[in-house]
């Protein structure tokens, strides 16, 4: 895999936490802006909440198509011993998005490129 290729599938692994991230903010500040007008609702708060929505479903199809990347890549991966796949499939069944990352970085970024026999 190319340099550039690693470093565009590290940013696609972080996207996930980073999108978790923004939707607790704006959640969180909806709420508070919801409980600062007396309890009753914004006007503009079911057009917010749209765009909430239409985050988690970015974030749970992203996560879905790393979680099915990884596993691939960490089975036909030959220089992890088989232990080692199944905690990494755990942890990536588990941990999800933490474990994206993670991976990303130890066996993918870390990973010396393989050349070619020289006779």
């Known amino acids: 895999?190319?340099?550039?290729?690693?470093?565009?599938?590290?940013?696609?692994?972080?996207?996930?936490?980073?999108?978790?991230?923004?939707?607790?903010?704006?959640?969180?500040?909806?709420?508070?802006t919801t409980m600062g007008h007396g309890m009753q609702f914004p006007q503009n708060f079911m057009s917010n909440m749209v765009w909430l929505f239409l985050l988690i479903i970015l974030t749970a199809l992203l996560s879905l198509g790393l979680l099915i990347y990884y596993i691939v890549h960490v089975v036909n991966n030959?220089?992890?011993?088989?232990?080692?796949?199944?905690?990494?499939?755990?942890?990536?069944?588990?941990?999800?998005?933490?474990?994206?990352p993670v991976y990303w970085y130890m066996r993918i970024w870390k990973q010396q490129s393989v050349r070619p026999a020289q006779s």
């Open 1 to 32: 895999m190319s340099g550039t290729a690693k470093i565009i599938l590290g940013i696609i692994s972080i996207l996930p936490l980073c999108f978790l991230a923004i939707y607790f903010f704006f959640f969180f500040s909806f709420f508070f």
């Open 78 to 100: 030959n220089r992890i011993d088989s232990t080692e796949r199944i905690i990494w499939v755990l942890v990536f069944v588990l941990a999800g998005m933490v474990g994206f």
